[in-house]
């Protein structure tokens, strides 16, 4: 799959496609069911797919405080794009000056001019140009007068339509880690490299392994049972996912003591699935309070792994 990064990197054998516009926040079953339909539009048409995505999101931008949970990171957007087999992914570069230009604009210089697109599809509630002016129906229209076809992603999903990441982010903060993974279609979890931390739990026998959320909002906050995938090696543990009030005010980390493991994974990437919940984040009086909190963790954790194995 070929990362156009910028709208300046477009060049003129990028012209000619069949495009879709989203978030794909996790590439979920049904952002999957809409990539499928356009890889079978792009076999009748003899057209490359693309897909567009926004990095920040929109509302990271106009309303950080109030932006959703990311579901996934942008380095796993683009490998599930990879994997479905899409042949273009347009990463745009959102700031307040792209967001004010006209939806014409957007349409006559990006989608024809610069991507030469024949079919697109988008939710019916896309919204896009300055002041959010341009709408599905204005894509119709300029369909009709650009001679390309426009679709909704609802449509294209047909039995996934109600597969959201709304409804995931919900799921999750609810705890319903089942009906999370039945929408995703995988176990919700969270990948990235192992960094050095302040080193405190290989103090009292729970050394971490600590991945930096680079101050992203994870969905799920608390203290969870875990599976953790180091290097294709597959193994348990017990994570908090979230602040450290009780060690330090810093941005928000995953810290994962990964049961009966010994090695060095400094630097190298790890996926952590989340699968149980345990308790929420406190903070404690003392150190020794805490690591009284982490031991229960720990047993609760293995009591969980126990009995789902004997399921």
């Given amino acids: 799959m070929q990362l ?10 990028h012209k000619g496609c069949v495009l879709t516009i989203g978030k794909f926040d996790g590439v979920h079953l049904g952002h999957q069911a809409v990539l499928r339909n356009l890889k079978d539009k792009s076999s009748e048409l003899n057209l490359p797919t693309a897909v567009m ?13 109030k932006a959703p949970a990311r579901l996934s990171r942008w380095r796993d957007k683009y490998e599930s794009m990879r994997v479905l087999g899409m042949d273009r992914l347009f990463c745009v570069h959102f700031t307040h000056s792209f967001a004010s230009q006209s939806a014409d604009e957007f349409i006559k210089d990006i989608l024809v001019d610069k991507l030469g697109v024949k079919f697109l599809v988008v939710g019916d509630d896309f919204r896009f140009g300055r002041g959010r002016e341009g709408d599905f ?13 426009v679709v909704n992603t609802a449509s294209f999903r047909l039995a996934d339509c109600r597969i959201s990441s709304t409804a995931i982010r919900k799921a999750l903060a609810e705890h319903d880690f089942t009906l999370a993974q039945q929408m ?34 994870p ?13 294709g090696e597959y193994y348990q543990g017990v994570a908090n996912i979230g602040a450290r009030p009780t060690v330090s005010g810093e941005d928000a980390l995953l810290e994962v003591h990964i049961f009966d493991f010994s ?3 400094y630097g190298q990437v790890i996926q952590v699935n989340v699968l149980h919940r345990l308790r929420g984040i406190r903070k404690f009086a003392t150190f020794a309070d ?22």
């Fill in 137 to 149: 129906a204005m894509l119709l229209a300029a369909g009709e007068q650009y001679g390309f076809s």
């Fill in 184 to 217: 995703l279609g995988r176990e919700f979890g969270i990948k990235g490299r192992v960094v050095h931390g302040q080193k405190k739990g290989r103090t009292i026998g729970y050394p971490t392994a600590n991945v930096n959320l680079k101050r992203a909002k």
């Fill in 219 to 231: 969905p799920v906050v608390g203290v969870y049972a875990v599976s953790v995938t180091i290097c």
């Fill in 263 to 265: 090695g060095d994974i």
């Fill in 4 to 13: 156009i990064r910028g709208l300046h990197n477009i060049r003129s054998q």
């Fill in 53 to 65: 995505v926004f990095e920040p999101q929109p509302e990271e931008v106009f309303a950080p405080d």
């Fill in 290 to 311: 805490l690591k009284t909190q982490i031991e229960q963790d720990a047993i609760e954790a293995r009591t969980y792994f126990h009995r789902s194995s004997s399921v």
